[in-house]
């Protein structure tokens, strides 16, 4: 088992990773360049381009290598100008003398470009780029890339779907374990574009990033909780269902996260156990709360980047915020969590779902992760009214434009 973790750039994250054992690269990138990412950027702490160098020297004096993300869900048209050439091979440029060992790419046109010119640079494809397919896996490997993050959304329940792509490509098969994200989601690439251009450097947007994507899955998972086991995780104990299936690596998020509840994923995951919440594990987690160790200029940050006077009512953004800092967990404990997944009430899960193809079948058919649900899923009924009344209230100003 080999695992991929997200890097907050906290000095003291690797070096407990290296202790643990298992963790053999980490991922991240500066909050905001020309490509964007993943993260809206005032999620994230800032990122220097020195800080990125230092923590690239950091993972190699522990054993442990350094992937640098660079998957924006699209190029934005610049790929298509001399002066966007410019910009994306500049980076390019500092990625590889920043002694960077892989890059992590949502576009077959990057990739072809790092094959070409960065030889020495190991490619993994995306989760942006949506490898679902096993002829979609096959192309991304005659690309060059040698690691590819198939795309959880699709494929993290489809068994069959895996051993297909399993069979079609030699390169290593890598699946992201601790996603919130639901199965099949109609958002995602909607979602994809929205971080993409709230994470690239001299967008219109300015960092801007009314994430309604968010909005309507925290919604549709408190008003069903079903939809809390529907979700795409895979437990610890589960990893080794995978890897009988073909799956060479696993990724664990979040570049947000606190480095102590990081460092607790990580142990879970190598010790494919965890007697606890597992919600502590899955959770969306993004630095814009006190109590994950949001700073305040991270906190100012990201009033500034939200603070559109002209374009969206301030008191429509504060109600956002405050939205936000609900569904964002800090309390995990049974008797204080909000939500409780009892990770122990789930045993057996993946087994009963590997006897169907629950993918291609309907939900309402089947009773599986109903059954689980009413055993496992636990919210406080007070904080799942008053939630909910919240995002009822802001899905309508969505629809209607009163929002804004």
């Known amino acids: ?25 980490v991922f991240g990138k500066l909050d905001r360049d020309i490509i964007g990412g993943g993260r809206s950027t005032y999620t ?6 020195s800080r990125i160098a230092l923590a690239v020297r950091q993972a190699h004096d522990h054993g442990i290598t350094f992937n640098y993300l660079v998957n924006g869900a699209s190029l934005n048209g610049q790929e298509q100008t001399r002066s966007g050439q410019k910009r994306i091979r500049n980076l390019l440029d500092w990625v590889a003398a920043c002694g960077v060992d892989a890059v992590t790419v949502a576009s077959p046109f990057l990739a072809q470009i790092v094959t070409k010119m960065y030889p020495k640079l190991g490619i993994r494809a995306s989760a942006f780029a949506m ?26 329940r489809d068994f069959e779907r895996l051993r297909a792509i399993r069979e ?7 699946l992201i374990v601790n996603s919130s994200c639901l199965s099949h989601c109609v958002w995602e690439p909607t979602h994809m574009q929205l ?20 909005l309507n899955c925290s919604h549709r ?3 069903d909780p079903v939809n809390f086991v529907r979700s795409v995780w895979i437990r610890p104990e589960d990893l080794s269902f995978y890897e009988k299936l073909g799956i060479d690596c696993f990724k664990v998020l979040e570049r947000s996260c606190p480095t102590d509840l990081l460092v607790k994923r990580v142990k879970a995951y190598r010790d494919q156990s965890f007697d606890g919440n597992l919600y502590e594990l899955v959770a969306p987690m993004a630095s814009i709360r006190k109590e994950l160790g949001a700073t305040f200029f991270s906190q100012a940050r990201m009033i ?19 939205y936000m800092n609900e569904i964002i967990p800090h309390q995990f404990d049974r008797n204080e969590a909000p939500v409780y997944i009892d990770n122990m009430a789930l045993d057996g899960f993946i ?30 009924q007070d904080y799942r009214e008053r939630v909910l009344h919240k995002a009822e209230t802001l899905q309508g100003q969505t629809s209607d434009g009163s929002l804004w």
């Open 304 to 322: 500034l980047s939200m603070l559109r006077p002209g374009e969206i009512k301030i008191s429509s953004l504060l109600r956002i915020q405050d």
């Open 195 to 214: 971080l993409t251009q709230s994470s690239r450097k001299h967008d219109t947007s300015h960092g801007f990033c009314l994430d309604y994507c968010v």
């Open 44 to 49: 994230l702490r800032h990122i220097s381009k």
């Open 168 to 174: 079609a490509v030699s390169c290593e098969l890598q």
């Open 221 to 223: 998972r408190l008003k």
């Open 131 to 156: 490898v679902d397919t096993p002829a979609k896996a096959r192309q991304w490997e005659d690309l060059g890339a040698n690691t590819l993050c198939v795309s959880a959304i699709t494929c993290n």
């Open 351 to 380: 087994q009963q779902l590997a006897q169907r193809r629950c993918t291609t079948e309907d939900c309402s058919h089947c009773g599986i992760c109903e059954r689980f649900a009413a055993k496992a899923v636990h919210i406080k």
């Open 1 to 25: 088992m080999k695992l991929s973790v997200a890097h907050n750039f906290d000095p003291a994250l690797v070096p407990h990773l290296a202790a643990i054992g298992k963790t053999y690269e």
